[in-house]
């Protein structure tokens, strides 16, 4: 073992994310909606009125150390349940003790790390201690609650939305973390600002992903004179990650992802895998490509293949179900599938020329005969009269007019020839001929 390595077993007995857990609300990074100046969280903190509550956020962000901060700072009694190894019985056990001890005028904060995989059964030995008041449930999930935590349970508990930590957010921890005798401190370790943002946008939003990279970074810095020096090529190395790594909110982000979409545009899978492949190793957050391709399915391929939309949304969907790396593939599959697929901005143009009418003619009332007339006033007042019901004729059309008089006429979707569009241009024109023809009657 070397004398670094000696020094560093030394002075890091436990994790450098535990050592860093903020004791105090105005430690805490991040998460400002909630416990910024006169925001509700932090008011409740202060005014020691917090009741039961479910933490919902990304992993990192701080939902346990919350509630560590909350214990400590109502000097309430701290009990940590995990949902993978506690069952029926242990709950019980602890909440009758709760009880008692609320007998003696003490608090008990159980909180309940992954509470979404509690079964109904294990939730429901909570709810009645809840009710009493016997606990002050806190849970913390990285799933929706909606869906998650039983209603009579979730009924009884303030849902709080935490935001994955911004780069800043990331960047002030790290540099901290540096500086406090509770992390690095103590060593002399040299790492410019440039390598900490690396390592920011590498955690992409979660805190204990960058503390703990930038404990790995250390530890296998370069190592010379009681000076340890993290590089570059030390982050790389620790991460797997070369320099691909760019600022999400930066020129390079916008160039990356006009890159995804030109290239499925003009058809071109491979070069469309490429850039997708270089956004998700650079550290993209898969969520944002998958509404841009969902975004795409419509805007270029449109009614020429209307599966395309449903495997974007699935893509979508995979994406936020299960994350990276696994995600990677169902995105490939929906980028793949949009640059072979034929092509149509016809709804887009639809839009976006409808949208220029509509903003100018905001005023532009409803013609009467396709007014809902819920009311005997609204019927007197013609509302609904005239009104032709589609479904009552042989062909399932009718020739009311359904546009404001002064837009009579108007042409919004023209569709193309392309792909599956050709069979709703040939219905659209159908139609058109269909209602020219009663036009002459």
């Known amino acids: 073992m070397n004398e670094q390595q000696t020094l560093l077993n030394a002075a890091l007995r436990e994790p450098l994310a535990a050592r860093l857990r903020p004791e105090t609300i105005d430690e805490i990074v991040g998460q400002t909606h909630l416990i910024g100046p006169n925001r509700i969280l932090r008011r409740i903190i202060e005014q020691d009125a917090v009741s039961s509550m479910i933490f919902w956020g990304p992993p990192g962000v701080g939902k346990t150390t919350l509630a560590h901060v909350i214990a ?25 003790q709760a009880d008692e001890n609320r007998m003696f005028g003490e608090k008990t904060i159980v909180f309940v790390d992954e509470i979404h995989r509690f079964n109904k059964a294990q939730q429901d030995a ?7 008041g016997s606990i002050i449930l806190i849970g913390a999930t990285t799933e929706n609650p909606s869906f ?64 703990s990279t930038l404990e790995m970074a250390v530890l296998n810095g370069d190592y010379a004179d009681g000076v340890t020096t993290v590089t570059v090529d030390t982050v790389e190395q620790c991460t797997s990650k070369k320099s691909l790594l760019y600022d999400k909110t930066g020129e390079e982000h ?67 179900l299960i994350g990276m790396p696994e995600c990677s593939v169902h995105l490939t599959q929906a980028v793949v599938y949009l640059s072979l697929a034929p092509k149509s901005n016809a709804l887009y143009m639809a839009y976006e020329n409808a949208k220029r009418d509509a903003v100018t003619q905001l005023a532009e009332p409803v013609p009467l005969h396709i007014r809902n007339a819920p009311t005997r006033l609204m019927k007197e007042l013609g509302y609904g009269k005239g009104y032709q019901y589609a479904h009552d004729t042989v062909d399932k059309l009718t020739d009311m007019r359904c546009l404001p008089d002064s837009l009579l006429g108007k042409v919004y979707y023209e569709p193309t020839g392309q792909g599956l569009e ?20």
């Open 254 to 320: 916008y160039n990356l992802i006009s890159a995804l979409h030109k290239s499925m545009r003009n058809s071109d899978p491979d070069a469309a895998v490429y850039w997708l492949a270089r956004m998700l190793e650079a550290g993209e957050d898969p969520i944002y490509i998958a509404r841009r391709v969902t975004r795409f399915a419509s805007e270029d391929v449109g009614l020429a293949d209307p599966r395309a939309l449903e495997l974007a949304v699935a893509a979508f969907q995979a994406c936020h």
């Open 126 to 132: 909570f709810l009645p201690f809840v009710e009493k």
């Open 422 to 441: 050709s069979r709703f241009k040939e219905r659209l024109e159908q139609i058109k001929a269909w209602k020219a023809a009663q036009e002459k009657k």
């Open 72 to 96: 400590n700072q109502t000097k309430a009694k701290f009990i940590n349940f995990s949902a993978v190894t506690s069952g029926i019985k242990e709950i019980r056990t602890v909440m009758q």
């Open 148 to 211: 998650e935590v039983n209603g009579a349970l979730l009924s009884r508990c303030k849902v709080f939305v935490l935001k994955a930590l911004s780069e800043d957010d990331l960047f002030t921890l790290l540099r901290r973390a540096i500086e406090s005798p509770k992390g690095f401190g103590a060593q002399q370790v040299e790492i410019s600002d440039d390598v900490l943002k690396m390592i920011a946008v590498f955690a992409n939003g979660d805190a204990r992903t960058a503390l």
